[in-house]
């Protein structure tokens, strides 16, 4: 069986307000394995934004161990932890936090190129990832000309374009009206596998999280 | 009698005690005493690493938050930090970003005091940021100036001297920011195919350590022959002044270029802005400054150089409505 993409051992997080200490994670340990997609599933409060803040290495203050493509973030310094989010991470979240002076293209191109792609090839890249997505006409638009549906395609595709190992997505439909949040999410699945990426999707719909391959379950900061 | 010339002789003995020499002696003390504060004083006044450096001591520190927000020194602190992570997100040409990060200028637009911690003294800030690049860079797209809204919280540091700031919000300027590259093209080239090609090889080159070497295309760009010099993006570098009257060498250049034209908006609300609050004095000294730079500007053998030449105007300005330079 191939190393895990994925794993954590025993995290935990708590946030102190005033004299009161809230433990959000309380010893969060799970894997996910290369090509898996995996529902985190928990209703809102339970913890699933911080731990994907935790393991997207996007803040400190987590005690326990995070493996990422088999490099332990916590023997990282601060550029090493930026590089392997760079290279190993992709991220998708509720609102496209899309570039909003780049328009589509260029929103798509930006990782590619600061992954080292060439400009040619990483124009090549986003252009047919996009035009897959059902953007081909839309390249040229910035974000505030494309409907909330075809922002979201756009973040996808960013995503995406480095061929990440592992996706993280937090309620990446969330802000889509019903029918656009199933294509949206039904083009994100196929995709995620057709790239060959893992992804850990939050969610607090049962009904998304019932389309991924695993469900983890977390409850007042613990796995059950 | 005695007795009366003993009296007379007591009543004027006081007088006695200041001698030409003690008189003489009290004035130059008095004249070394002020020598020796002006100097202190003008020594602090005048230390211009203490606005540039961001090392500022809590005594020439501004006490009040706001103007910590929105001082020169923050902007400093916020550009370098900008390149700092933009180039950590890179991954690689840490030295070429610093160099370039001295080349170009930030400004934050409205910044404001989201809150204060009176305990440790840490403030919260917020702003539109505008980072304009030098001539010979850009980032994805072919653009020299980038805009953003940014969040950044200063902190007086442990030891006490200098602030350290921390960028909360700032991806919408590092992630571009990144992709920086050295302009491929020649002087001669219309941008107006930068604009409908923009990710083409001709404009930016792969990001490698070695071609984003800013060196010679930042410092030290070919002079321009009379005959060379056209706008070359009339069409979008927008000064503070019309285009279409543009006759000198610097006019031209300023209406041909899009970060030079950003520097020369930057410097005219800077200066329009010192006039409206400065005294007559002051006034004049804007005016008769302000044609000895236009005289610099239009020597100019370089976009490089007149770059430079507004960057140091924009001192000038600022130096001469503090009271500085006058």
Redesign the interface.
């Known amino acids: 069986m191939s190393e895990a993409v994925l794993e954590t051992r025993d995290l935990r997080r708590s946030f102190t307000q005033g004299s009161v200490t809230i433990d959000v994670l309380r010893g969060v340990n799970l894997a996910v394995r290369p090509g898996e997609i995996v529902a985190l599933l928990g209703p809102s409060g339970s913890g699933k934004s911080t731990l994907l803040q935790a393991i997207g290495l996007l803040e400190g203050g987590f005690d326990g161990s995070i493996r990422i493509t088999g490099q332990e973030a916590s023997a990282l310094d601060d550029n090493g932890r930026t590089a392997l989010r760079r290279d190993a991470l992709g991220f998708v979240y509720q609102f496209h936090h899309l570039l909003p002076d780049f328009d589509a293209l260029e929103n798509v191109v930006l990782p590619l190129i600061i992954h080292g792609t060439e400009p040619a090839e990483a124009r090549e890249r986003a252009s047919a990832l996009l035009t897959r997505l059902g953007l081909g006409d839309r390249l040229d638009h910035r974000p505030s000309k494309l409907s909330g549906g075809e922002q979201q395609r756009v973040a996808v595709a960013r995503a995406l374009a480095n061929r990440p190992p592992l996706v993280l997505a937090d309620e990446p439909t969330g802000n889509l009206d019903e029918h656009t949040a199933d294509i949206v999410f039904a083009e994100f699945i196929e995709l995620v596998r057709s790239e060959g990426s893992a992804a850990l999707v939050a969610t607090h719909n049962e009904r998304i999280a019932a389309k991924m391959d695993r469900v983890f379950r977390l409850h007042e900061g613990v796995l059950e | 009698m005695n007795g009366d010339r003993i009296g007379v002789r007591r009543v004027n003995r006081p007088m006695r005690r200041f001698t030409p020499t003690q008189i003489g002696l009290t004035i130059a003390g008095i004249l070394i005493l002020a020598f020796v504060l002006w100097t202190a004083a003008s020594t602090r006044r005048d230390n211009p690493d203490r606005l540039a450096g961001g090392n500022d001591s809590a005594a020439s520190r501004p006490a009040d938050p706001a103007k910590r927000c929105a001082s020169q020194s923050t902007y400093d602190h916020i550009k370098r930090d900008l390149f700092r992570?933009a180039a950590?997100?890179?991954?690689s040409d840490q030295a070429a970003f610093d160099k370039i990060a001295s080349y170009s200028v930030v400004r934050v637009d409205q910044p404001l005091l989201d809150s204060e911690d009176e305990t440790t003294g840490a403030v919260a800030c917020s702003g539109s940021l505008i980072l304009d690049l030098p001539p010979g860079v850009a980032v994805?797209?072919g653009?020299r100036s980038?805009?953003?809204d940014i969040g950044y919280t200063l902190q007086r540091s442990a030891d006490g001297h200098g602030e350290v700031l921390t960028l909360t919000r700032a991806?919408?300027i590092i992630?571009?920011l990144?992709?920086l590259a050295r302009v491929g093209q020649p002087a001669s080239d219309p941008l107006a195919s930068a604009q409908t090609d923009?990710?083409?090889?001709a404009q930016?080159?792969?990001?490698s350590a070695a071609q984003i070497d800013p060196g010679p295309a930042v410092t030290a760009p070919p002079p321009p022959s009379t005959a060379a010099v056209q706008p070359r993006t009339q069409a979008t570098a927008r000064p503070s002044f019309n285009c279409a009257n543009a006759r000198t060498r610097g006019e031209i250049a300023v209406c041909g270029d899009s970060g030079l034209a950003a520097l020369d908006r930057q410097m005219a609300a800077q200066y329009n802005a010192a006039l409206r609050s400065a005294d007559p004095g002051t006034r004049a000294e804007l005016h008769r400054s302000r044609n000895r730079f236009l005289g610099y500007r239009d020597q100019c053998p370089s976009d490089a150089c007149i770059a430079d030449t507004y960057r140091g105007r924009i001192r000038e300005i600022r130096d001469i409505s503090s009271g500085r330079l006058r």
């Open positions: 992570r950590a997100l890179r991954g994805v797209g653009r980038l805009t953003g991806d919408g992630t571009p990144a992709t923009p990710l083409a090889p930016i080159e792969p990001s």
